[in-house]
């Protein structure tokens, strides 16, 4: 159990990290 927790974890921390980035990319090109 303590695996699953902490891959899930990694997955939404990278998922999270991505959704970010493409959210942060545009206004930098704006900026």
Do not use: G, S
């Amino acid at each position: 159990m303590e695996l699953h927790k902490i891959v899930m974890y990694l997955i939404e921390d990278e998922f999270t990290e991505h959704h970010y980035e493409h959210v942060e990319c545009p206004d930098r090109f704006t900026v």
